[in-house]
């Protein structure tokens, strides 16, 4: 199946720093990437949208200047957490679409640890 | 957000028995029901898809649509330990490039 890949897979920073996650479609151009963010022992929360080119689409309740969206190329999204707290430690995964639509391809995941 | 609700369990089968996974969904207009599994700190991992109304086997696992009853449910054959896992509903609604996600469902295979 089609791989995607997300670096780093854990990160440990101070509070009050700035932490990036990229989101890599390996093998298929991504037309489309979403960010999710995942408590313990609860479901996937989508933050945002992003489509290549544009700017991100946040749900409602994520701030969009706390949580930076940029999907500069076809395979690459990154997520910067500015301003880490420790409410922000979480499971961050990203996903991607392929350009026919057809289905979504989830990351590996990264844990932030906000300490 | 669209609703898509899954009784979140836990869900206890013997190892060798089937395990029947339930999920119902809001939107009537929705076009793609897709089923993942997801490990305890690990993300979710795509299982199947399906499209149309009835059945779709692919090994162990059978995914089954009735879009006049908005359900979707996934049956696991001859269930084992490593089955067990959280089992994610999404549905992709109609027009929509988002998937829109289930609580999950907890599934313990005892061997």
């Known amino acids: 199946g089609a791989v995607v890949s997300q670096h780093p897979s854990w990160v440990i920073c101070k509070s009050g720093t700035s932490v990036k996650i990229e989101c890599r479609s390996l093998d298929f151009q991504a037309t489309t990437m979403f960010w999710y963010r995942q408590f313990p022992k609860q479901s996937l929360m989508l933050m945002a949208t992003s489509n290549e080119g544009s700017k991100a689409t946040y749900e409602q309740g994520v701030e969009k200047d706390k949580f930076l969206i940029n999907h500069a190329s076809l395979t690459l999204s990154t997520l910067t957490v500015t301003s880490a707290h420790p409410e922000d430690s979480s499971f961050y995964i990203c996903?991607?679409?392929?350009?026919?639509?057809?289905?979504?391809?989830f990351g590996e995941g990264s844990w932030l640890t906000v300490v | 957000q669209k609703e898509v609700e899954q009784n979140s369990g836990p869900l206890s089968v013997p190892e060798g028995a089937i395990a029947s996974l339930n999920c119902t969904y809001s939107?009537?207009?929705?076009?793609?029901f897709f089923w993942y599994r997801q490990y305890s700190g690990k993300s979710p991992e795509l299982i199947m898809f399906i499209y149309s109304n009835g059945d779709k086997e692919d090994g162990r696992f059978t995914a089954q649509l009735n879009k006049a009853s908005q359900y979707v449910s996934l049956l696991i054959r001859d269930s084992q330990p490593s089955d067990s896992a959280t089992y994610l509903c999404a549905v992709n609604g109609a027009g929509a490039n988002n998937l829109f996600f289930g609580t999950g469902t907890r599934l313990t295979v005892i061997p």
């Open positions: 996903s991607a679409q392929d350009r026919a639509g057809n289905t979504i391809y």
């Open positions: 939107d009537r207009g929705s076009q793609s």
